[in-house]
């Protein structure tokens, strides 16, 4: 089982960790060859607007949204949650509003229960998050924050708009390699 992190932008070396942890092999994904051959690939937080940029510059938009469509997992986490959205890579029928929370003096922690995910809930650190404003039919929403939709799924894709790699928490990178595997 081979997973990639796109290693553009972002705190991408915390997800390989994590993941190595539970048994997969990582690779960071800065080109499009570098998509060839994975089973599952995460889109790391960070600024997207850099990570735009950056997909750009690379020539990686769409190689990514091949990847998406080919139907194998996808977790976008926090930025990862924007670039997949309908308004950047389009791949998930999602549309984000950046910041929703507010600045980074607002970030905060939550409990989530989250359908999957067994045991205590899971701790999410929110860092400048974003929440869905908008979602089509065949998106389903896992979890909200006062009402917010901030984590959701359609078919392949999972998308978390917190941080569980800060938080230590695998459980969430379970979920996903499930799919994968």
């Known amino acids: 089982m081979t997973v990639g992190v796109l290693a553009l932008q972002g705190d991408f070396e915390a997800h390989g960790k994590i993941l190595r942890g539970l048994g997969a092999d990582v690779r960071e994904v800065r080109v499009p060859a570098d998509l060839d051959g994975l089973d599952g690939l995460v889109i790391p937080g960070g600024e997207s607007t850099t990570m735009t940029l950056g997909i750009e510059r ?3 938009g769409d190689p990514l949204r091949a990847f998406a ?11 990862g949650m924007i670039m997949l ?3 950047h ?19 905060f922690e939550e409990d989530l229960s989250i359908p999957g995910i067994d045991g205590p809930p899971v701790r999410a650190v929110f860092i400048r998050a974003p929440w869905l404003v908008e979602h ?7 979890a909200a924050v006062d009402g917010h939709p901030v ?4 078919d392949n894709l999972l998308v978390i ?10 459980r969430v990178h379970e979920l996903f390699l499930r799919g994968v595997r």
């Open 136 to 142: 089509g039919e065949r998106v389903e929403i896992l």
């Open 69 to 79: 469509a080919s139907g194998r997992p996808v977790l976008g986490t926090c930025a």
């Open 89 to 107: 890579l389009g791949c998930m029928d999602t549309l984000c509003e950046r910041n929703a929370f507010g600045r980074q003096i607002r970030s």
């Open 161 to 170: 708009s917190f941080h569980p790699e800060l938080a230590g928490e695998p």
């Open 151 to 154: 984590a959701a799924r359609q």
């Open 58 to 60: 690379e020539g990686l």
């Open 85 to 87: 959205d309908r308004a």
